[in-house]
């Protein structure tokens, strides 16, 4: 069996800047894998090496079940992804926060001895409307929420009436929701048109859209808004919008020192050479009594599969026998969004020695939500652009105009100092064919209630994972975690 | 090169029942491809033996090009399928009516010298609603909507809204249409509650919806439901909703005697050892020079490729280099449709003695929409329930069950002498890999205007075929005719 090497534990950019400072523990002594010849025999293969995959694999691993992790690329962390900045220090070019009520992350990062800091919510945020700059505090009484007095009644109506509404959904089965049909029968662009006074508010609603989901209103069914607002939240403590959107609170309130990979990458150093990377999965064979995972590299029999993958890309995956009609009908109703991280990297934060807190609202693109994602020391300045959505779509063909235009806005933004970033990198989730997409498939009307629990049911031998399966924090780093453990425990109890 | 037997001409079934009469007629010399051990080399390689990629490839060897099809299935026609019945007869699982304005299925019908036969649309139609069958005129004044008073207001003022509304989207560019944000921002299903007053008139559009799309009002944009209306014309004439629905004058006007698939069985037979079936594509790659086509039983060079498989089944290849996003994520937003169809014989078709003429609309299912699919002599009777969406759902899981339901309905609308079936079948095109839906995709909120072009546009020398791609008759067999012309067009062009 290939050791997983020191090169494999890194991206390879990440490598080369000699950046990452990575201590992986070798597995301890344990049922390791069997085998030969292109063949190895486990207990349970896993298919994906981000955080649901490598979750599952490593729980199963404590209950000494043998395991073999098959990931397509050549790293592992999926929709997470250290990049190398001066200093040792990373950028983090997919999940990068977490907040309260994300449990299990916080638990894993606990385990895994990975610290992490507040994310920046002082100063003044920059909102950018019809091309007037103005700013506003940080972390202030609306939120992240821009004080347009044009936009604030509509957005404190909408808002009270998601959350309000999200609790009627239940985050296990959204489907039996006593509105569901109703609610799953348009879309959410649908519904806020018809409960907002203000186009502007349609506008920043959008800016948000654009950076939550990576797409549009139209995208997504009004349910699955519902639900996925529904999800922000834990056993004890109901889903709210605003601890999706907010910084102090919300989903955006710590990061990582070393950056969000290091969850998987030290997952991955301690399952050692049970992950086996540039495997691209291409058919799953079940049979009464187990189940033949084909990849590139290698092929795994073994008693139970587990699938931490998009159902997007599952879809692509050959199955014999044939996935269950409604499962199948399932993926092909689960599109990814289309989301960009533009990040530009500063000799310093000047931003904060002008009282700017780096968080920025526009109505207008490429970027219109933007952060502060300076590394935990401040001894070199980041600042993040989400463009997603229509945006992304505008700008996805050409990588360095997008570049210039967001490194314009940053100095409307922010000011001349702006102009000159030591570094811009630019993010596209929809390039990465074993991704298709990021953050989060958006479901659109129907695909919730249609197929229901086609979206996690066991197809036998085979379990889903992957944050599309989460029950909690749906599309979300905790939701992958969470829905790694749930696979692993549907393996073990069977 | 393998000949084309005349065992691969009919389906299994067909050949097992000896009933199909096929006259094949051998490809007449011409360049043929070259090539050996497992690779050939051809002008232009044709994905799917449908009724696109059967035309590309018959305009392609007319033109005087050597061309290689490469098919999944062990038999032609794609989403057509002739199934045997006694004397020589053959039912229709799959695409089945043409009629006016489809010009390009009616010429390649005459060319290939197969007849066709009007549908039946003298006597009483039945409508069902809430529990009480009553009849009205087949082919009235209504056409086939059920003369219901608490409907008919609705329904004329929707249809003509829609036939007015859908003048307005170009067939070309339906994105460009000077409202499609907005239709395509919403699904038809909240547009129809808005336009409508009575829960019947919903429950009917409904029916039809299912039979029509094998989906229901949600799932689709507002904007795809008029463009498939302004579609369902050609040059001269703008399309019309009534022609979707109609039998006289409308898409249901005339059957084939022989069976819409004789039409891809002709054009295989004349393409003779080009067809090559059970070879499932698994990769393209694309060079600056050429394509190769990798499937199962064998590899292709060529020229060009002609990719003549929905979009759903298009991204489970894997195409190197990768295809450009947009066009990745058009097809994770293009999902087929869900329709059965259940058709049971019988020795005569006893419903014309007593009036009927077979035809029914009912607002409780499973079949919601039926007609009369006798044999064009009369010999044996035929019936059709549509068994599609929601209802499909309800049922996929089993056939057995499905089959009594809708005999039983069938009792219900004709008599008791319904109940004695010489044969049911069941054909459900979801649980066909190959297919993985039918009739069409559906396009919900976004899909036409995010992604454009991509539903169509060339990926260098890989063109896209599909009546997924037709802008007349998109969803029908002669979208499909046109559209592999088009790319036909697009290779001999290039």
Redesign the interface.
């Known amino acids: 069996m290939p050791e997983l090497s020191r090169r494999q534990l890194v991206s390879g950019a990440a490598l080369a800047a000699g950046a990452v400072v990575l201590r992986p523990t070798l597995a301890a002594a344990g049922p390791g894998p069997t085998g030969g010849a292109g063949t190895v025999t486990a207990d349970v293969v896993v298919v994906g090496a981000g955080l649901a995959g490598l979750t599952a694999a490593r729980t199963l691993t404590a209950a000494g079940r043998s395991v073999v992790v098959l990931e397509a690329r050549d790293r592992v962390g999926g929709r997470t992804l250290n990049h190398p900045l001066p200093g040792g220090h990373v950028a983090d070019l997919g999940g990068t926060w977490i907040g309260p009520t994300q449990n299990a992350v916080a638990a894993l990062a606990a385990e895994l001895g990975l610290a992490t800091f507040e994310q920046v919510d002082v100063g003044q945020a920059v909102y950018y409307r019809d091309g007037v700059r103005t700013t506003y505090p940080s972390g202030g009484a609306t939120g992240g929420a821009p004080p347009d007095p044009t936009i604030l009644p509509d957005l404190l109506a909408v808002i009270t009436l998601v959350d309000e509404m999200s609790k009627s959904v239940p985050v296990g089965a959204p489907w039996t929701a006593s509105n569901a049909e109703e609610w799953?029968?348009?879309?959410f662009?649908?519904w806020l048109?018809e409960h907002t006074v203000s186009p502007q508010t349609r506008k920043v609603a959008s800016a948000a859209f654009n950076a939550l989901f990576g797409?549009?209103?139209?995208?997504i069914?009004l349910l699955y808004a519902l639900w996925y607002v529904a999800c922000a939240g834990d056993e004890q403590n109901p889903g709210t919008f605003e601890r999706l959107i907010d910084v102090q609170g919300g989903a955006q309130e710590r990061r990582f020192v070393d950056g969000a990979q290091s969850l998987s990458l030290r997952m991955a150093g301690a399952l050692g050479g049970r992950v086996h990377l540039s495997a691209p999965v291409?058919k799953v064979t079940q049979t009464a009594n187990g189940v033949q995972v084909a990849s590139e590299r290698l092929s795994v029999t073994a008693s139970h599969a587990i699938l931490a993958v998009p159902p997007?890309l599952a879809?692509?995956i050959?199955f014999d026998p044939?996935l269950?009609?409604?499962r199948?009908?399932y993926t092909?109703?689960?599109?990814?969004g289309?989301l960009i991280k533009v990040e530009a990297i500063y000799a310093r934060p000047f931003w904060r020695e002008a009282g700017l807190s780096g968080a920025v609202v526009s109505d207008t693109g490429p970027g219109k939500i933007c952060y502060d994602v300076t590394p935990a020391d401040g001894s070199l300045g980041g600042l993040l652009a989400f463009v997603g959505g229509?945006e992304a779509?505008r700008w996805?063909?050409d990588h360095e105009a997008l570049k210039t235009a967001v490194v314009a806005q940053f100095v409307t933004f922010f000011g001349p100092q702006a102009a000159s970033p030591s570094e811009v990198v630019v993010q596209?989730w929809?390039?990465e064919?074993w991704s298709?997409?990021a953050p989060v498939h958006l479901l659109?009307?129907?695909a919730l209630t249609?197929?229901r629990e086609a979206i996690w049911a066991p197809v036998g031998r085979l379990h889903w994972a992957g944050t599309e399966t989460a029950t909690f924090w749906h599309g979300y780093m905790d939701g992958a975690i969470t829905s790694g453990r749930r696979a692993a425990a549907e393996v073990l109890g069977s």
């Open positions: 799953d029968s348009q879309t662009d649908t048109r797409g549009e209103g139209r995208e069914s291409r997007t879809a692509r050959e044939p269950p009609t409604s199948d009908h092909q109703r689960s599109p990814q289309r229509d779509r996805g063909d596209d929809s390039d064919v298709r997409g659109g009307p129907g249609q197929d």
